[in-house]
């Protein structure tokens, strides 16, 4: 046996300097080099990431985006050529998006059989290689380039690796020869371990105005949007809100669970009837909290909260913001706390305020209550009854991954979100959902992961090849499909803007109907469990026995068929 020490030993090296756990791929030729290095690693027992392999680009991106959701960590993406990252840049847009950090990788050949020293194989010649994939990505990555030479490798992985987690993060693609892969490699002769990207802080000066602020605030409002991707800030920020007694809202889009929703100062997703009157607004990981953005929603003074909150994937925004506190998240937090604990609080205002929003808290949750029970009528399943009945049988500590379009602003205002991390929306197009869920459920083994998603929103998702990789990596999920056999946002869109036109008044609609699949069979070809599910009564023992069926190691897809 021939020990390589090449261009794929310098990725797989700089990759363990990176600490990725993780290399998900779907194949090309290009990665023989990094095959090669990885059955080195397995036979000489060494350290060093796991190889997870898709039959789809979009599910080894998404499973890279879930997992880095849970950890904050990046990890490495390995595609194919210009058509493998043309195939996963939809899911890289997402991670753009989303901030979410990772290193894409793909290759092409540069000598196209020319070199009479280098027989590489043909298929190189022709339309693969297309002379420049990182052209292909720019528009949809942080930093897209080629690698410039054997000799540049190593540290361009690692410089990769680095440039993803520092802010704004997101994915860095490099486009790496397959001659540079196959060349020999000498190791660096002090090779470092690569630190994480240190957390940044505001300064401390920003901190005390923006404490003093909220120590003289009469009516004080958060409104959280993305703050509670990191499980620190969602403790941060509860503890923020307990010392001052501030009302606490999920801002309108937004997507990570922020707050406990059971907590006597949580006050619903875009429950913005306390802004008019607030005279403070802690804007925590705003993206796009107002609609439209021109109208300010208070005219109290406005601080944005985020490491990076203005957005360059963004075309537009307008946050209104007086003040902003730029930093990690929860250090900003945490920052204005220990501020807050030292100086003096006019504790009777506090109590006031705490009692007046509990009794808020009180009477949306008793609203919400009643919504559901109103929904519990007939035999049909009204999709609220469904938010209710997960409610009740999934375990508290459950995660949820939402891909609906119409009932999503209801189910993130249903969805018992009482813990970290339990409630994740994706960014860019439909059919991330299933891979985001995988490998969000590879990061949390332990937590029961739910998928909610559309019938129309399912048909987009790399169906069969993410059933596969469920199976082959032993990550069980609950796939639980709201089908109204529609995509109804369309049919809403033509009729908000043609509400008399031909279609509304003959009930005539194109872009509408899907006649999918019995989807709950789809999962029959890997042993999985299914149900359809067409009654009320059936509901929440089909909930129990896919439940049941996860925990015994199986995916389940439950087909319910809800009244809109
Ligand atoms: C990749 C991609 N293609 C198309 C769309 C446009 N689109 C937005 S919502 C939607 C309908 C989704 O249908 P479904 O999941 O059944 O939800 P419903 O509209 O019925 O609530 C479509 C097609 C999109 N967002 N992303």
Do not use: C
Request: charged share 20%.
């Amino acid at each position: 046996m021939k020990n390589y020490l090449d261009g794929g030993e310098a990725i797989l090296e700089a990759f363990r300097k990176l600490k990725i756990d993780y290399i998900m791929s779907s194949p090309g030729s290009e990665w023989s080099p990094i095959w090669e290095a990885l059955a080195r690693q397995k036979i000489e027992n060494k350290a060093g990431p796991t190889f997870v392999e898709s039959w789809h680009e979009t599910l080894a991106v998404n499973m890279a985006t879930g997992y880095t959701l849970i950890t904050g960590r990046p990890q490495a993406v390995l595609l194919h050529a210009g058509v493998g990252m043309l195939q996963g840049s939809m899911g890289v847009h997402g991670a753009m998006q989303n901030e979410v950090p990772m290193v894409v990788m793909s290759g092409e050949s540069q000598t196209l059989g020319e070199d009479p020293d280098l027989d590489i194989e043909q298929q190189w010649y022709g339309g693969l290689t297309v002379g420049g994939i990182e052209r292909f990505v720019e528009p949809v990555a942080k930093w897209a380039r080629a690698v410039t030479s054997p000799h540049t490798l190593y540290e361009s992985v690692i410089r990769a690796g680095e440039m993803a987690q520092r802010v704004p993060k997101g994915p860095i693609y490099l486009n790496v020869a397959l001659e540079h892969m196959l060349h020999d490699w000498t190791p660096p002769t002090a090779a470092r371990d690569v630190p994480p990207a240190p957390t940044l802080q505001p300064r401390q000066d920003d901190i005390a105005a923006v404490a003093e602020l909220l120590r003289a605030a009469k009516s004080p409002v958060i409104v959280a949007e993305t703050a509670g991707r990191d499980p620190k800030a969602f403790a941060a920020l509860v503890e923020l809100a307990d010392l001052l007694a501030i009302p606490v809202i999920n801002g309108r889009a937004s997507s990570y669970a922020n707050f406990p929703t059971d907590h006597p100062l949580y006050q619903g997703v875009g429950n913005y009837k306390a802004l008019p009157d607030a005279d403070l607004v802690l804007l925590v990981g705003g993206r796009a909290p107002w609609y439209p953005a021109r109208r300010r929603p208070t005219s109290g003074k406005i601080v944005a909260i985020h490491e990076n909150p203005l957005k360059g994937h963004m075309i537009y925004q307008n946050l209104h913001a007086d003040h902003y506190l730029e930093g990690d998240v929860a250090e900003s937090i945490k920052l204005l706390t220990v501020a807050l604990k030292s100086a003096k609080l006019d504790a009777a205002t506090v109590d006031a305020r705490r009692q007046r929003w509990t009794r808020e808290h009180e009477s949306y949750v008793a609203g919400l209550r009643a919504e559901r029970e109103k929904a519990r009528n007939g035999s049909l399943i009204d999709p609220l009854s469904l938010l209710g009945a997960l409610g009740e049988v999934m375990p508290a500590d459950t995660i949820y991954v939402d891909e609906t379009i119409t009932h999503s602003p209801m189910l993130r205002q249903h969805l018992p979100q009482t813990r970290p991390q339990s409630f994740f929306r994706g960014s860019g197009g439909l059919g991330q959902g299933i891979g985001t869920a995988l490998g969000i459920k590879l990061a949390a083994p332990e937590r029961p992961v739910v998928l909610l998603v559309g019938d129309g929103s399912f048909l987009y998702n790399p169906i069969i090849q993410a059933l596969g990789a469920s199976k082959r990596h032993d990550l069980p999920i609950d796939i639980v499909i709201l089908n109204n056999k529609k995509y109804e946002a369309m049919r809403k869109g033509h009729v908000h803007h043609y509400p008399d036109g031909a279609s509304a008044s003959k009930d005539l609609h194109y872009g509408v109907t899907i006649d999918g699949p019995d989807y709950e069979q789809l999962g029959s070809h890997f042993g999985f469990h299914g149900q359809r599910v067409e009654k009320l009564a059936e509901l929440k023992d089909a909930l129990q026995s896919a439940l049941a069926a996860t925990q015994a190691g199986k995916t389940a897809i439950l087909n319910v068929h809800v009244s809109h």
